[in-house]
């Protein structure tokens, strides 16, 4: 089961505000890949209870009031919890992106809602992310060739 304290380390350390400077949601993967406590919650994440954890803590987090025109304050780490919940579950993450329901205030965790929504299939296993953000360059992680000298 996920705890509270490593909770609390991911939403009120320094990962929302780098969540913050993204600019692209493939910026925003990359930024939580290297958070350290991130790392953790994936590995607590192949117990159902932890998924379960995470998409109250999801809820709990969505329903703080935006301030009228601005984003939601917890645009970012909604939208990595969902992420890292569609790894696990896409069916379950798409059924929890379902409840949030249509929030205009979402920049990030919207297009993860589609996402979710949209194709809730088998993605890889935790295993292969684990390798993916441990082993991994970030340009590998996408699939691009890495550039090298003299090739064009």
Known sequence: MISGELLNEIEGGDLPSELSIANDLRMLVRIAAR???IKSLVWDLEEPTSQQCLAERINVLASAQ????????????IAVYLFLLS???PVFAGQV???LGEQTSFCWASQ????CIQRQRPV????????????RRPEQLYGQQPRHAGVA
Not at 112 to 115: A, E, K, L
Not at 124 to 135: G, H, I, N, Q
């Open 112 to 115: 993860v809602i589609v996402d």
């Open 87 to 89: 790894r696990v579950d």
């Open 35 to 37: 958070n350290q406590a």
């Open 97 to 99: 992106a379902g409840s």
């Open 66 to 77: 935006p301030e009228e025109g601005f984003r939601h304050p917890n645009d970012g780490i």
């Open 124 to 135: 890889p296993d935790l295993r292969v992310m684990r390798r993916t953000y441990e082993d």
